[in-house]
């Protein structure tokens, strides 16, 4: 976390902490999202929720994408701030409740590049 927040540059190229596996254990849509963006969405890359679902396999199913996120148990490890609505706006961020901070995590990673 040290590394993300005073030196983004080096984050590309460390490897994310592990998560738990019981994060991932009931591999039901949720957990496959999660594993979808923790596998395979990389520092300043951004995927909308329709495509994330598309990816797990329900390409009609961004709402469930929605809630996974609201419900992610470890939001900068699995990075659910990358997920944003069709057309880049970025959407809520931990049920609406945070949203200046998803802006700010997206500028943040956004700068780097």
């Known amino acids: 976390l040290q590394s993300y927040f005073s030196d983004p540059v080096k984050v590309k190229q460390i490897h994310l902490p592990q998560v738990c596996e019981s994060v991932f254990i009931k591999n039901g849509f949720r957990q496959r999202v999660w594993q979808e963006i923790y596998t395979n969405l990389g520092f300043g890359q951004t995927i909308s929720y329709g495509e994330l679902a598309a990816r797990c396999g329900s390409p009609r199913a961004s709402q469930a994408v929605g809630s996974a996120m609201r419900t992610n ?11 944003v609505r069709t057309g880049g706006h970025p959407g809520h961020y931990s049920g609406g409740t945070r949203d200046n901070l998803k802006i700010w995590l997206l500028d943040h990673e956004a700068s780097v590049h």
């Open 73 to 83: 148990p470890v939001s900068l490890v699995i990075p659910c701030h990358r997920v």
